[in-house]
């Protein structure tokens, strides 16, 4: 049986009563644990995953390379928090490799997403540098393909 | 030109499937939603279809050995040694074949003479009794009841047992109840069988799909190996359908009659396929542990459903098909099929289908998005509501 949070991971439009079935478990089971992994911080909440681009809406996404210089004591989480509390921002983490923070924001034109680089995010203290780069066409996120592949119509019936 | 006096009279009698005409007009409708299809509806693993893409780039295009390529037989062997402890010879005990459906086909081709009696526990898979008929065999049912979990009891076996009785045919999992046969439903089976000639057809394309303990396949009953032809396939537990992936094993001299037939009519099964199906062995355990637990949420879903709407159901554990009783509703199963089809636009298949035993009964395939099961489950509710 599967475990709920993958689950939900899944498909997370799941309702209780499905959630249930699926999990092998009763429904007050299930709200129970989902109750408990809300308490616990395990389940931080659900986000649908949307095409903008079949949405009559300007949306554009990028992804900023940012190098810090790190500060005794707080390390990377003192700046990464003063990042993370932009709107703007929709992830953050912080990286191995030949950058420090990877920023991945959205906004509504090229404008907004470029304002906010230079004027918000290259005048954080700590920050030393930043690498913009705009994501052309989403393929895949979440698992989900964003045009998946039409099955072809004419399928074999006698079974 | 009279073709009626040309065709085979055999064949001429044989009836086509009448299920099609359900997805006929399923087809033409909008919103329409079908769980009548007998298949997975996953794609195959990604990394079963990039083996076969390989294959090609390799220029891997030509025949192979009658049996099949003998790295795919020796995977087939060691697979059916890690999963069920059976024990195959790959060199002159396993064939590969085009589906488990080919293997079943020239099983019982080269085993039957005109007269010969094939026992068909139904409601089953639809070829059973056209392909025993086709080779000049005589079909014989055996009802399997709802209050047997539509498991095949001794009692009935041995009551259709006669001195012409040449082979059974062993569906399980089953399509279209779902039911399961344990380690002592095959026991008491065995029990009847083994002081006979009766040769077995174990078709075994669902044993993966088991939501209740492991498959355990006759083969590995005592005294029931040396009279067992296991079918099996890639169909189901690889969600390979189209790949058309099967074989057969069994003694040695059974086998290498159906190689005959199959070296005359097929030549070999298709070479991507073979590639594919070796990959499929060597590292998709994990992909059969995945489709199945998703089956089983949904098995559990629907049948808590049909529960609920008040439909009696047996608890299908193999399989991805439940297999309610329609009784209820006062409808015929023909008729429950079609008045649910033209009202609600959903397609499910009468249990006449499978046997003249299926009736009062519909199969529902749970081989679909539990988007799609929630909407037949509610357009249901409102169907059995305007009956009431």
Not at chain 1, 93 to 119: E, N, R, T
Not at chain 2, 106 to 126: H, K
Not at chain 2, 175 to 198: F, Q
Request: charged residues 25%.
């Amino acid at each position: 049986m599967k475990n709920l949070l993958r689950l939900l991971e899944d498909d997370c439009s799941l309702n209780t009563e499905q959630l249930a079935a699926l999990a092998g478990m009763t429904e007050e089971e299930t709200k129970a644990a989902l109750e408990e992994y809300k308490k616990q911080g395990i389940l931080l909440g659900y986000e649908p995953i949307i095409n903008w681009d079949l949405y009559d809406e300007e949306y554009i996404t990028a992804l900023i390379e940012v190098t810090v210089i790190p500060q005794r004591g707080d390390g990377y989480d003192r700046i990464a928090q003063r990042i993370y509390q932009y709107e703007e921002v929709e992830s953050l983490y912080l990286m191995s490799g030949s950058f420090d923070l990877c920023v991945i924001i959205s906004g509504h034109s090229l404008k907004q997403v470029a304002l906010f680089v230079s004027q918000k995010l290259s005048t954080i203290e700590g920050v030393s540098g930043t690498a913009t780069h705009f994501i052309l066409k989403k393929y895949k996120e979440k698992r989900m393909i964003f045009k998946p592949q039409e099955d072809y119509k004419e399928r074999f019936v006698l079974d | 030109m009279d073709y009626s006096k040309i065709l085979n009279s055999r064949i001429l009698s044989v009836k086509p499937s009448g299920i099609r005409r359900y997805f006929d007009l399923l087809n033409e409708m909008e919103d329409g939603i079908s769980l009548g299809i007998g298949e997975p509806d996953f794609a195959t693993p990604w990394h079963i279809r990039d083996a076969g893409i390989y294959s090609l780039e390799k220029g891997f295009t030509k025949y192979t050995p009658n049996a099949g390529i003998s790295d795919l037989r020796k995977e087939i062997a060691a697979y059916l040694r890690r999963r069920f402890g059976l024990e195959y010879s790959p060199n002159g005990q396993i064939i590969v074949t085009v589906g488990g459906s080919e293997g079943i086909d020239v099983a019982l081709r080269c085993m039957l003479e005109p007269g010969d009696e094939v026992l068909v526990p139904t409601p089953s898979f639809v070829c059973y009794a056209p392909l025993s008929f086709m080779a000049c065999g005589k079909p014989v049912y055996i009802e399997t009841r709802a209050e047997d979990g539509f498991r095949l009891t001794a009692k009935a076996l041995r009551e259709a047992i006669t001195p012409k009785t040449k082979v059974l045919i062993l569906p399980y999992p089953c399509n279209p109840t779902g039911a399961i046969m344990e380690k002592e439903d095959l026991e008491a089976v065995a029990d009847v069988l083994r002081d006979t000639d009766i040769m077995v057809i174990s078709d075994e394309i669902y044993c993966e799909l088991t939501y209740s303990g492991t498959h355990c396949s006759i083969a590995g009953i005592p005294g029931m190996y040396d009279r067992t032809i296991l079918v099996n396939g890639f169909s189901k537990s690889y969600s390979m359908t189209g790949w058309r992936m099967g074989y057969v094993c069994g003694p040695a001299p059974v086998i290498g009659a159906i190689t005959k037939l199959h070296q005359f009519g097929i030549m070999s099964a298709p070479t991507t396929s073979q590639f594919a199906a070796i990959e499929a062995l060597r590292n998709g355990d994990e992909d059969i542990e995945y489709m199945k637990q998703e089956y089983d949420g949904r098995r559990r879903y629907l049948l808590d459903g049909l529960r609920r709407l008040g439909l009696e159901c047996f608890e299908g554990l193999g399989a991805f098909y439940l297999f309610p009783s329609i009784r209820s509703t006062g409808l015929s199963s023909e008729d429950f099929c079609m008045k649910f089809l033209m009202e609600e636009k959903v397609a499910v298949i009468p249990g006449t289908a499978f046997g003249p035993v299926g009736e009062g009964y519909v199969r529902i395939s749970y081989a679909a998005s539990m988007k799609n099961i929630e909407e037949v489950l509610l357009r249901l509710e409102r169907f059995l509501a305007r009956l009431r």
